[in-house]
């Protein structure tokens, strides 16, 4: 038997089943929603449960009301659950690009949500490969997601935290570059021109320098940078529907 179809015959019995023993509860499974960048629409999930569709939708109807959505991010990094089968219709039928964040601590319903739209090609996935999937049936391989961004699970505990904080030299691997961050240099026209009149190379005709403005803040999570990128980039090919 074929991994292939073996992948098809466990998500064939998740669908029937309505997937594993459900909780009792109702925990809020969406852990955050927010707007990054002005137009774009991160939604995080704890847990994947029955709630979640509903939660889902409706946050993506909130943050739209007060901003043009141009995308949404959908962070299951860290998230397990045992319900997927109410999120499937609101998460496919989002008529904008859609990119999923996953890595290797993405279990259970979670990882079985992001294998289903990688199968009818919902969105994009990034991160690292999921956990694999155990039943009766076997065990499945992990999800591989479509663009591999390699961070270590303890930095990007951190980064759920903030993703605007650049984590410390010592904190990260100073060798991989996916931390593109660090390396960006901030130094503004104004400082040059300080330096210049420092130096004293100022032009007599050149004006004074103008207050420098506040750095904006940018985003040091590589993955969730990366998500941001290509939903500013695929809604330039693809833009929303009305």
């Not at 397990?80 to 609101?90: A, E, F, P, W, Y």
């Not at 240099?185 to 004006?207: C, N």
Request: proline fraction near 6%; charge should be negative.
């Amino acid at each position: 038997m074929t991994r292939r179809f073996l992948s098809l015959i466990i998500f064939s019995s998740w669908l029937a089943g309505g997937g594993l023993l459900r909780a009792e509860g109702t925990n809020t499974a969406l852990a955050q929603a927010s707007v990054l960048e002005g137009n774009v629409a991160y939604l995080r999930a704890g847990q994947v449960t029955k709630n979640l569709g509903h939660e889902f939708s409706v946050a993506l109807q909130t943050l739209a009301a007060t901003n043009k959505i141009a995308g949404v991010v959908l962070d299951l990094r860290f998230a397990d659950g045992d319900d997927m089968s109410t999120v499937q219709s609101n998460l496919f039928a989002v008529k904008m690009p859609l990119v999923i964040l996953v890595n290797h601590e993405t279990r259970g319903a979670a990882m079985m949500l992001a294998y289903s739209a990688h199968v009818v090609r919902a969105g994009l996935i990034l991160g690292n490969t999921t956990a694999p999937f155990k039943s009766e049936y076997g065990e499945t391989p992990g999800v591989i997601p479509d663009i591999a961004v390699n961070v270590k699970i303890p930095d990007e505990k951190k980064y759920l935290e903030n993703p605007y904080a650049a984590l410390a030299q010592n904190e990260t691997n100073a060798a991989d570059t996916n931390h593109f961050g660090a390396f960006i240099d901030h130094t503004s026209e104004a400082d040059l021109v300080r330096e210049k009149i420092k130096d004293g190379e100022q032009d007599e005709d050149v004006p004074p320098p103008k207050p420098a403005e506040p750095q904006k803040p940018f985003i040091h999570d590589p993955v969730l940078a990366r998500a941001v990128d290509l939903i500013h980039a695929l809604a330039v090919v693809r833009p929303p529907h009305g």
